[in-house]
Structures are given as C-alpha cells and as structure tokens.
C-alpha cells in the first residue's frame, strides 16, 4: 500500500505548479545575496 500510494503522488515540489515570484520574494532573496556580500566583504581578509 505504501509503495503504490508513495509512486503516484510526485513529492518534488517543482512539479506542483508554476512558481511566480513576487515582489517580496524578489526583494528577499536581493537582501539575502547583498547581506552574503557585505559579510563576506566584512570577515574576509583583504589581500
């Protein structure tokens, strides 16, 4: 019961509809990649 239940439901998330981003999504992955930046500018030693 398990395995045939398990195989005709797909479990990756990427085929359960098509994604559209936001403006808030938009926004919070820029600030997440700009706060990576000036983090690694901060605690990486200058050459």
């Not at 395995?3 to 999504?25: E, K, M, Q």
Request: proline share 6%; charged share 5%.
């Amino acid at each position: 019961m398990i395995v045939i239940i398990s195989l005709t439901a797909d479990y990756l998330p990427s085929s359960w509809a098509l994604f559209i981003s936001t403006r808030g999504t938009e926004s919070l992955l820029i600030g997440s990649l700009g706060l990576f930046i000036v983090l690694l500018f901060l605690f990486c030693p200058n050459p």
